[in-house]
C-alpha cells in the first residue's frame, strides 16, 4: 500500500525559515511533487524531485532521500501570502498517478 | 499555453439526484486527465484516469463514472448522488511523462443534501 505523512498545521512569523516535512512508503516511486493549495482553490504545482537532493526555486527549495523515503519543502522569507496548504505528492506506477497526502496547513503571522 | 475550464463551481444537489460536471482542456493534444475529491480537511483522492478517448481507470470503487468522450473532454457522472458524495472536485490535467506536473481546474465544491 501506499502511505503519506506531513504535520497536520505549522505556524511561522513573516520573514522567517519553514521546513515542512514529507515520509512516504509506496511502491513503483516516480518522483515526488509539492504543491500549495489556498483556502478554496485549486492546488498550484511548486516543485518535482525524482532524483536524491536539493531542488532550488526561488523562495521555495525542495529535497529528497529516495532511501529514507523523506522530503522536506522549504520556504524562505516568509510573506503573509505563504499562509496556504502544502500538499506532498507521491507519482505512483505509470500515468502520472500522483497520491496526495493530507497537507499541512501553514498559517504566517506578522 | 494551456489551460484548463472546469464547471459549476459550486453546486447543490439533493440526494439521488444526477450529477454530470464537465472539464475542458486547451493547449495541448492527448493529454493524460484526472478526476480527484477533496473531502473537508482531507487529502486529495484520485477517483478516476485516463490516457485517451474513451480509455477510463478507476482507482476507487464508488457511486461515480467518468467518460471522455473527445480528446480534451472528461466528464464525471452520477445515477443517484449520495450524502457521501459533497466535496470538492478537482479535474487535472498533465503530458503524460513521468515528471509532467498535474495542472488543475478551478475545482466544483459540490454539496448533497
Known amino acids: 500500500g501506499q502511505n503519506i505523512d506531513q504535520p497536520t498545521e505549522m505556524t511561522a512569523t513573516e520573514g522567517a525559515i519553514v521546513q515542512i516535512n514529507c515520509t512516504y512508503q509506496?511502491?513503483?516511486?516516480?518522483?515526488l511533487f509539492w504543491y500549495q493549495q489556498h483556502a478554496g482553490e485549486a492546488p498550484t504545482f511548486l516543485s518535482y524531485n525524482v532524483l536524491d537532493g536539493l531542488e532550488e526555486k526561488g523562495r521555495f527549495s525542495s529535497f529528497l532521500s529516495r532511501s529514507k523515503g523523506y522530503s522536506y519543502l522549504l520556504l524562505k522569507e516568509l510573506q503573509m501570502k505563504d499562509s496556504a496548504s502544502y500538499l506532498c505528492?507521491?507519482?505512483?506506477?505509470?500515468?502520472?498517478?500522483?497520491?496526495f497526502g493530507a497537507g499541512t496547513r501553514l498559517a504566517v503571522h506578522p | 499555453s494551456q489551460t484548463i475550464h472546469q464547471w459549476p463551481a459550486t453546486l447543490v444537489q439533493p440526494v439521488g439526484s444526477p450529477l454530470s460536471l464537465e472539464c475542458t482542456v486547451e493547449?495541448?493534444?492527448?493529454?493524460?486527465l484526472y478526476w480527484y475529491r477533496q473531502a473537508a480537511g482531507r487529502g486529495l483522492q484520485l477517483l478516476f484516469y485516463?490516457?485517451?478517448?474513451?480509455?477510463i481507470s478507476s482507482e476507487v470503487p464508488q457511486n461515480l463514472s467518468a467518460s471522455r468522450p473527445q480528446d480534451r473532454q472528461f466528464i464525471l457522472s452520477s445515477k443517484k448522488l449520495l450524502l457521501s458524495d459533497s466535496g470538492f472536485y478537482l479535474c487535472a490535467w498533465s503530458g503524460g511523462q513521468d515528471n509532467s506536473p498535474l495542472h488543475f481546474g478551478n475545482g466544483t465544491r459540490l454539496t448533497v443534501t
Open positions: 505528492a507521491v507519482g505512483r506506477g505509470g500515468y502520472n498517478k500522483l497520491i
Open positions: 509506496t511502491s513503483g516511486f516516480n518522483g
Open positions: 485516463s490516457v485517451g478517448i474513451g480509455q
Open positions: 493547449g495541448t493534444s492527448n493529454p493524460n
